[in-house]
């Protein structure tokens, strides 16, 4: 059975659909990658079931779930992807945008925000938030401070064993 025709199951005749809600939410998109993952297909002889509750596949949970993902934006590809994914707690960004650039098109660089530097700008000299360093060492070390000393490896148990 495809994912668009209507169930034979009788439960889904007397049932109905689960609706969709009206305005989605955050919640309702991360109930509706647990419902198509949950749900998911599992080949049987006599065809694909509901892998959590074995009805016939799709489910009314995998549909709903897969009409809130395409109201939310997600296509099927993407959605089947988060199929094949398996984790049913992968995060969808809300609201869902798809944002790629175009092939052969650099990605826009946002303006960094008031008062910070630019992430490549980091660690420059003349830029603000620079750190000095000396030279040779790393940013993290500091010259001429001793550190703690460091024990040598154990070689014997230092309490004596109960024999």
Do not use: K
């Not at 009314?60 to 809130?68: C, D, I, K, P, S």
Request: proline share 15%; net charge positive; aromatic share 6%.
């Amino acid at each position: 059975m495809r994912v668009g025709e209507q169930s034979t199951d009788p439960i889904d005749q007397v049932l109905g659909e689960v609706p969709v809600p009206a305005s989605l939410t955050p919640e309702d998109v991360r109930l509706a990658v647990r419902a198509v993952v949950v749900h998911a297909a599992e080949e049987w002889p006599n065809g694909p079931l509901c892998r959590n509750d074995g009805a016939s596949y799709p489910c009314r949970l995998h549909r709903w779930g897969r009409r809130v993902l395409e109201n939310h934006g997600l296509n099927e590809r993407q959605i089947d992807a988060l199929i094949r994914h398996g984790n049913p707690f992968v995060h969808v960004p809300f609201p869902f945008t798809y944002t790629t650039p175009r092939p052969g098109t650099a990605p826009a660089r946002t303006a960094p925000a008031a008062g910070y530097p630019a992430r490549d700008q980091v660690g420059r000299p003349g830029t603000p938030g620079a750190r000095p360093t000396t030279s040779g060492l790393r940013p993290g070390v500091r010259s001429g401070v001793p550190g703690r000393p460091v024990a040598p490896p154990a070689t014997a148990p230092r309490w004596p064993r109960a024999s």
